[in-house]
């Protein structure tokens, strides 16, 4: 049987006498649901008489009237609002729904919010971010309030095209900045947004006909990953530009990188001293430990480079293997700390390439040594199964998409390799 959506009307309920004043008689004016021949009626608090009620439904209430009138439609609109959000409908989910004063279930904010305070109490603080930027992003384009029902498929076109800078219309962060976003950033908000949609669909706050992104396609960007040659690496390990101690760290951090199976800064900056072994560091990634499937063990040989670098910042006190972070600090300010120090480490290691005269210095960022370590992994021979187990991937195909962003530079050297000897002399 097909789903048939309820009916709702205002119904002014002269049944009974409600209440008395000076003699008047008032009826309440009730909200009336009917589906299938069943009907109930939900109070609005608002009584009226007979004469009363007509001059508020007339099609030209006068003045006093005219907010009773909106009242009234307001919450005509409300219950079929909530109906339309309803998975499927019954007079017992209608009225669960109604039970919910604290915040209007079909605002798009308070999704977002109730999604970023869980991730920050699953101690998510990087995806949280993102989502708030995301938010941020559609208030700044849309406004504050913004429901559900608001998005459609021309609405995230729309959205799209003026965040990618392509139309004249430019929208600003709170503080004044021009919004113009990368596809691969407009393809993250997309993502962040689609999940929010189906959260409340599984949850049976919205209905699947509101869902906009089956004719819309997210953009994907094939963001070519860059690695350095070694030499190139060398040469900024061993600049002799002058830098301060900090500074100093986050370059001799991004060498530890690579010569280290191409761990990432997150979880360098969080090991600790305990987790050196001979030479060979156990440690767990940072990345899976909030995660349900427990995190394995990373077994990681420490080079004489690596050593050495360990060796050059041992004698500070607590209990990380480098001076960047605090015990005594909340995870939350761990998370903003790291984020802190690895932009700072990307504008000194640019400074060092242009110093250094390497190209394309104005990109070189501390995730260039993991695509370095990556990359100098295939070229030497070893089987992605071997870089799947070092990267710390979950899976193999994980491993198969990364290894095909570094796109061209390999593809440009299998063929030369294939080609080489092929001569006509």
């Known amino acids: 049987m097909p789903d048939s959506r309820p009916t709702v009307k205002h119904y002014h309920d002269t049944r009974n006498t409600y209440k008395k004043t000076k003699d008047i008689d008032r009826f309440p004016v009730k909200i009336r649901v009917s589906h299938y021949g069943q009907v109930k009626f939900y109070a609005t608090g608002i009584d009226l008489t007979i004469d009363e009620y007509l001059k508020v439904m007339g099609k030209r209430p006068s003045p006093e009237f005219r907010h009773i009138k909106r009242s009234i439609d307001e919450m005509v609109v409300r219950f079929e609002s909530l109906i339309e959000s309803l998975p499927a409908f019954s007079f017992s989910k209608l009225e669960n729904a109604l039970k919910k004063p604290k915040k209007d279930q079909l605002n798009l904010e308070d999704a ?109 960007s094939r963001n070519i990953k860059k690695a350095l040659p070694v030499e190139h690496i060398s040469k900024i390990y061993f600049t002799d530009m002058e830098m301060t101690e900090r500074a100093r760290l986050g370059i001799d951090l991004f060498v530890f990188s690579f010569a280290t199976e191409g761990m990432n800064f997150k979880d360098i900056l969080q090991l600790k001293k305990t987790d050196v072994d001979g030479n060979l560091l156990k440690f767990r990634r940072s990345k899976t430990k909030s995660t349900r499937r427990e995190a394995a063990q990373q ?125 006509n002399e």
């Open 112 to 220: 977002f919010n109730d999604k970023i305070e869980s991730l920050k109490a699953e101690e998510k603080f990087s995806s949280a971010s993102l989502y708030q930027s995301t938010i941020d992003c559609l208030v700044s384009y849309k406004g504050n309030k913004l429901m559900f029902q608001d998005i459609d498929t021309n609405f995230l076109n729309d959205w799209a095209k003026v965040i990618s800078g392509s139309t004249k219309r430019i929208i600003r962060t709170k503080n004044g900045k021009d919004i113009v976003l990368s596809e691969t950033t407009i393809g993250i908000y997309m993502r962040n947004l689609r999940h929010i949609f189906n959260q409340a669909i599984k949850d049976g706050v919205i209905h699947q006909s509101l869902y906009p992104f089956n004719n819309y396609k997210i953009p994907v």
């Open 299 to 423: 077994i990681v040989f420490l080079p004489e480079l690596s050593r050495s670098i360990i060796e050059k910042y041992a004698k500070h006190n607590g209990p990380f293997l480098f001076p960047v972070l605090d015990e005594s600090w909340s995870p939350e300010k761990i998370h903003n700390h790291i984020k802190w120090f690895i932009t700072d480490s990307n504008a000194k290691l640019k400074e060092v390439a242009r110093y250094e005269d390497l190209p394309d210095a104005d990109k070189i960022s501390t995730y260039f040594a993991r695509h370095s370590y990556s990359t100098s992994t295939i070229k030497n021979g070893y089987s992605i199964e071997y870089l799947k187990e070092k990267l710390g991937h979950s899976s193999v195909k994980v491993t198969q998409n990364y290894i095909a962003s570094f796109g061209l530079d390999i593809d440009k050297e299998a063929s030369e390799k294939l080609l080489k000897g092929f001569t």
